[in-house]
């Protein structure tokens, strides 16, 4: 008896989704991304592999038993997951001992506290808090030696839960002003990750995924004071932390450089994004009757410069965008954007101001919802301006 043999081919392979989800495990973000684009029935089995496996939900059950409920907490409070675990997320890995870290406005912090608590967890109180939570949230809720000093931050509320002889961390930390400049003022570049609910945001993909190398950065808000242990921890982790980069970086083309300089927005082309399912997420309804309901994360709108410096790294230049007619506070560098914002502001401020008084409005109205639309205009209108002088 003979038996013949059936040759593999390629598109044998890519039809196997168990052979696929092996193969894919074993290479780089990149090539994953390269191969999407090879053909048809390549992009096909990308796409089954991918939605597999940046499953935020699967991310988020090892802490919460109801991830769709958390995440509907964060359309509603803008929280953004942060830290080792996004960073987890991207790099398809899993530290057993790593904690939840969610960077939470500061009007949201007893709102998300509260879930958290609601969800089995235990508030655990730092040296100067109090033991009960809805005292200790309500005060400056900064607790004495943290374990990091970061700039923009107000706070720190730890909670604790066991689960199957497993004792499981999760973390607010509560911005000054916004979740984004906190994250931008981290130690170094491998954990400026963002997941909001909506989206996945890896700001640096080239150098965290590909070269696994991260570089020291501060922000222009001020810089962290005690970083040693997290670069230590992130070393430990497998990352090459630079304090400068080798001359052959600074010379690379623009595709090919692991670090790009320069202004950037959150989700532009430099920035690897992966749109998350939200099927069963509502809408986020508005703030009050007077306002509109947004439509996307307040994290989106998130521009800022990086600035390369030989003895300090990557320095993140930016500026926080505030005014009565905003819900929330946004992370803007672009002069240009800042000072048109900042004047359109100020004028419906006034208009809102007067329409409380005049027409007995118990509140006013925010325009979140408006301000990506805003920020558009400013930028059409500055490169009309920029093509009459070039034409003049």
């Not at 808000?221 to 090459?240: C, I, M, N, P, W």
């Not at 300089?261 to 809408?283: A, C, E, M, Q, S």
């Not at 390369?308 to 954007?337: F, H, K, Q, W």
């Amino acid at each position: 008896m003979t038996f013949m043999k059936k040759e593999i081919t390629f598109q044998d392979l890519l039809e196997d989704r168990r052979i696929c989800a092996s193969l894919f495990s074993h290479v780089s973000a990149r090539t994953l991304l390269r191969l999407d684009r090879l053909c048809r029935l390549a992009h096909s089995a990308v796409g089954t592999y991918m939605k597999a496996t940046f499953d935020v939900n699967t991310l988020l059950a090892r802490f919460f038993s109801d991830p769709l409920g958390f995440r509907v907490l964060q359309a509603h409070t803008g929280t953004l997951v942060s830290g080792s675990s996004a960073l987890q997320f991207f790099d398809r890995t899993f530290y057993p001992a790593s904690d939840l870290d969610l960077y939470v406005y500061p009007r949201h912090r007893r709102e998300v506290g509260r879930w958290i608590l609601d969800a089995g967890y235990a508030f655990s109180p730092g040296r100067g808090q109090d033991a009960d939570f809805e005292i200790a949230v309500m005060r400056n809720p900064q607790s004495r030696g943290l374990h990091y000093v970061m700039p923009g931050v107000s706070g720190i509320l730890t909670f604790y839960r066991m689960h199957r002889e497993r004792r499981l961390k999760v973390q607010i930390i509560v911005a000054r002003r916004t979740p984004m400049e906190v994250i931008l003022g981290f130690h170094s570049t491998c954990v400026m990750n963002v997941i909001s609910f909506e989206r996945a945001y890896c700001i640096f993909p080239l150098a965290t995924l590909e070269r696994r190398v991260s570089l020291l950065a501060y922000s222009s808000q001020g810089r962290s004071t005690r970083r040693v242990e997290g670069l230590d921890k992130y070393t430990a982790r497998g990352f090459h932390m630079l304090a400068y980069l080798p001359l052959a970086d600074l010379v690379l083309p623009h595709k090919l450089a692991p670090f790009t300089f320069g202004p950037r927005w959150l989700g532009d082309r430099d920035t690897w994004v992966i749109k998350l399912d939200t099927t069963h997420i509502p809408p986020t309804p508005p703030p009050n009757p007077y306002s509109t309901a947004r439509t996307c994360d307040p994290a989106v709108l998130c521009n800022f410069f990086v600035r390369y410096d030989l003895t300090d790294g990557a320095i993140m230049e930016l500026c926080v965008l505030e005014s009565p007619v905003l819900r929330y506070s946004y992370v803007l560098a672009d002069n240009d954007a800042i000072d048109f914002l900042s004047r359109a502001l100020a004028a419906k401020a006034c208009d809102e101001q007067f329409k409380v008084v005049a027409c007995q409005l118990e509140d006013s109205s925010y325009v979140d919802a408006l301000l990506p639309e805003m920020c558009l205009g400013c930028m059409r209108d500055n490169l009309a301006r920029r093509s009459s002088s070039l034409r003049a």
